[in-house]
């Protein structure tokens, strides 16, 4: 019997049969790993959050199932999590979108968000260890690399570890996720402050000063200093819409808009 003829009969799928990714993966002691459409969900969401795939951008199935060697149901699955999560529009007769940034949510989104991260750096400034202080110092000094560098994807990388890392040394590590949750849009509106002159400068400042309460253990201070670093994305909310008008919309009169 030929080595092919073995495989069947062990239940092997010739290779021409195989899936080039499995809707549902095992790792090598069998433990559930990541299905198809989660992988799609994830690499959809990063380029959505990350701008990859601009405002208003139409999405094509087709594409995305070939890219990603999936069929077009794990696709759609991942499709239905983003429009939950608002990242996604499927417009009648028209197709499906990235959405829009709603305008009128970001306000609201900031405070939340200011909310939960006051208390992590307030704690941060209670518990942190020398070493911990360290550690954060040493994300400063990465994110001024990034700058340096002009390279924005890389700075926006080092900014959400820092946050991470904030909430990690205050004993909060569930509030960053939290956080994650709440700030999609904030995220894809805070990459197009980037590019804004001493922008980066300015948030590096605002972390500095809050690592520098956390060093001093003055919990107060730190949890203005990370409330006045919030606030900062207010700032230019207006200027970033002039500049980018076709990547928000205002919610008055609902989603059939969208394409307006």
Request: aromatic share 4%; proline share 5%.
């Given at each position: 019997?030929?080595?092919?003829?073995?495989?069947?009969?062990?239940?092997?799928?010739?290779?021409?049969?195989?899936?080039?990714?499995?809707?549902?993966?095992?790792?090598?002691?069998?433990?559930?790993?990541?299905?198809?459409?989660?992988?799609?969900?994830?690499?959809?969401?990063?380029?959505?959050?990350?701008?990859?795939?601009?405002?208003?951008?139409?999405?094509?199935?087709?594409?995305?199932?070939?890219?990603?060697?999936?069929?077009?149901?794990?696709?759609?699955?991942?499709?239905?999590?983003?429009?939950?999560?608002?990242?996604?529009?499927?417009?009648?007769?028209?197709?499906?979108?990235?959405?829009?940034?709603?305008?009128?949510?970001?306000?609201?989104?900031?405070?939340?968000?200011?909310?939960?991260?006051?208390?992590?750096a307030r704690s941060a400034a209670m518990h942190a260890r020398r070493?911990?202080?360290?550690?954060?110092?040493?994300?400063?000094?990465?994110?001024?690399?990034?700058?340096?560098?002009?390279?924005?994807?890389?700075?926006?990388?080092?900014?959400?570890?820092?946050?991470?890392?904030?909430?990690?040394?205050?004993?909060?590590?569930?509030?960053?996720?939290?956080?994650?949750?709440?700030?999609?849009?904030?995220?894809?509106?805070?990459?197009?402050?980037?590019?804004?002159?001493?922008?980066?400068?300015?948030?590096?400042?605002?972390?500095?000063?809050?690592?520098?309460?956390?060093?001093?253990?003055?919990?107060?201070?730190?949890?203005a200093a990370m409330e006045e670093h919030l606030d900062g994305l207010?700032?230019?909310?207006?200027?970033?819409?002039?500049?980018?008008?076709?990547?928000?919309?205002?919610?008055?009169?609902?989603?059939?808009d969208f394409l307006a």
């Amino acid at each position: 019997m030929s080595d092919r003829h073995l495989k069947l009969k062990a239940g092997a799928q010739p290779a021409q049969e195989r899936n080039p990714l499995p809707a549902r993966r095992l790792a090598e002691h069998g433990r559930r790993i990541e299905t198809a459409s989660a992988i799609v969900y994830r690499v959809l969401r990063q380029e959505i959050i990350w701008l990859r795939r601009k405002p208003g951008e139409p999405i094509i199935e087709k594409e995305i199932a070939l890219a990603q060697g999936v069929s077009r149901t794990p696709v759609r699955e991942a499709l239905l999590r983003l429009a939950a999560e608002g990242l996604v529009d499927t417009v009648s007769k028209s197709g499906t979108f990235v959405a829009r940034i709603p305008l009128r949510a970001l306000p609201e989104a900031i405070v939340v968000r200011k909310a939960l991260e006051q208390v992590t750096a307030r704690s941060a400034a209670m518990h942190a260890r020398r070493s911990e202080v360290t550690s954060l110092r040493a994300i400063l000094e990465r994110q001024r690399e990034a700058v340096a560098a002009g390279d924005r994807s890389a700075f926006h990388g080092v900014d959400e570890a820092f946050h991470a890392a904030v909430a990690a040394v205050g004993g909060y590590p569930g509030i960053w996720s939290l956080v994650q949750g709440v700030k999609l849009q904030i995220d894809r509106y805070r990459l197009l402050t980037l590019p804004l002159p001493g922008r980066m400068a300015r948030v590096i400042k605002e972390h500095a000063a809050v690592v520098a309460a956390i060093e001093d253990h003055d919990a107060d201070r730190a949890a203005a200093a990370m409330e006045e670093h919030l606030d900062g994305l207010r700032i230019s909310m207006e200027d970033i819409r002039r500049m980018n008008p076709d990547f928000f919309y205002e919610d008055i009169h609902g989603k059939e808009d969208f394409l307006a």
